[in-house]
């Protein structure tokens, strides 16, 4: 007896195939159906995204630990409670972060930083934290580099001149690394007053102190001043001089300046009338032959005033500044602790000075120490040593230098204030 229909509902027979489905085997068809699609649901949402090959090894390993479930296995209701099961637990799991993505870009996946840290919800993984740290030192160190201080440049001086003939500028760098060289030649010994027995360093310091007042009653030029000095020093470095012929010597040797600086030359009487007619027009020529004689006929020597012009180009020197240097140096060459210092040392130590006590700070540039070449740790010596003087220079026996600069055609820079808080400022330091 074959059996019927209605006690095996699930088949179905040739008759429901050609003439459609009954009611209720439609409804169980339609049972099914939902039934996978929530089980497909359940797949989506569970399965864990690949994370790019290129992640760190503790999360490799802990993968390894618990290797992923093949996307392609079939879903079963044994399947889906297992994934059921192993979510939780690696929820729980810090070093493992799963990360959903699109199933379009299973090679690789983007990560955003700001998002997981305004969130709050996950660790960012150690990559990602190593990237950061990278990029923070990279514009710490931006910034550090923003913050140095720019070096300053070394002005080219001579560039104004460069259309003046008389300015030399092609050679003028040549001139003075020469200058610098030979001036060592013309310098004398510091200690030579010690040949001299009749003579001695005050002496010498109020002859010049007196010179000093002749050269401008003459109104003769700076350059004849200096080489005066030159020559008085460098014959008593090599010939004995007595007392009372020491005022001719400096009679004689402004005049063998005056031949070679001047163009008007002062005559042999207007020297013997300044001396009080001390000496004789014989005796005066014949000191002429003799200190020439002595020096080789040199008077070819780079002095003070020679550096002093060129140094005060580099300073980008005024009015005011250019009268206290010449002040200042002026007061050096009465000195005789002085001669220890070359005049190259000396013009630099001076505009150092006269900076220092105009601005109350310290201005020596890169400029000035590339033209110059010196520095201020070499300068401060000689630059203390002026200040000492400028303290004095109005007290004493010998203001000659004092009277000249107090007068309005030199500026009266003797009336300026000496640089007393740099010595203070030594002495607190020391």
Request: some cysteine; overall charge negative; hydrophobic content about 40%.
């Amino acid at each position: 007896m074959a059996g019927s229909d209605e006690n095996h509902p699930g088949v179905i027979g040739p008759a429901n195939v050609q003439g459609g489905l009954h009611a209720g085997v439609g409804k169980f068809t339609a049972a099914a159906g939902n039934s996978r699609r929530a089980l497909s649901n359940i797949n989506r949402n569970l399965i864990e995204a690949r994370v790019n090959k290129k992640g760190l090894s503790e999360k490799q390993s802990i993968c390894c630990r618990n290797p992923p479930i093949p996307v392609h296995r079939p879903i079963t209701r044994k399947f889906a409670a297992q994934l059921a099961n192993n979510q939780p637990e690696q929820e729980d799991k810090k070093s493992a972060i799963s990360i959903p993505i699109s199933s379009e870009s299973e090679d690789c996946s983007t990560i955003d930083a700001d998002h997981y840290k305004s969130t709050g919800d996950f660790s960012l993984p150690m990559f990602v934290q190593h990237t950061e740290a990278m990029l923070e030192e990279i514009d710490r160190m931006d910034e550090v580099q923003m913050e140095d201080v720019v070096e300053e440049p070394v002005v080219d001086i001579d560039s104004c001149d460069k259309n003046n003939p008389l300015a030399v500028v092609e050679y003028i760098d040549d001139l003075y690394n020469f200058y610098m060289k030979a001036e060592k030649s013309s310098c004398v010994s510091p200690s030579y007053m010690e040949q001299q027995c009749d003579i001695n360093e005050r002496m010498r310091g109020i002859l010049i102190d007196w010179l000093i007042e002749v050269h401008y009653k003459f109104e003769l030029m700076d350059e004849t001043l200096y080489l005066t000095v030159n020559v008085i020093d460098r014959f008593l470095a090599v010939h004995p001089v007595v007392r009372k012929k020491l005022q001719l010597v400096g009679v004689t040797a402004m005049l063998l300046a005056c031949k070679y600086e001047e163009v008007s030359v002062p005559v042999v009487e207007d020297l013997i009338l300044i001396s009080d007619k001390a000496y004789t027009r014989k005796e005066v020529l014949d000191m002429e032959k003799l200190m020439v004689t002595s020096l080789q006929f040199n008077l070819s020597v780079p002095t003070q005033y020679v550096f002093m012009r060129r140094f005060l180009k580099a300073a980008q020197s005024d009015k005011k500044l250019e009268l206290l240097s010449f002040f200042l140096i002026e007061l050096c060459l009465v000195e005789y602790d002085m001669l220890k210092f070359t005049p190259s040392l000396l013009a630099a130590a001076a505009i150092y000075t006269a900076q220092y006590t105009l601005s109350g700070s310290r201005q020596w540039s890169k400029t000035n120490e590339w033209y110059t070449s010196y520095s201020q740790d070499q300068l401060m010596e000689c630059s203390k040593l002026m200040i000492t003087f400028h303290q004095k220079a109005g007290t004493g026996k010998l203001t000659g230098v004092h009277r000249k600069y107090s007068t309005s055609k030199f500026g009266y820079a003797a009336k300026t204030q000496p640089a007393n808080f740099l010595l203070e400022k030594e002495r607190m330091m020391n």
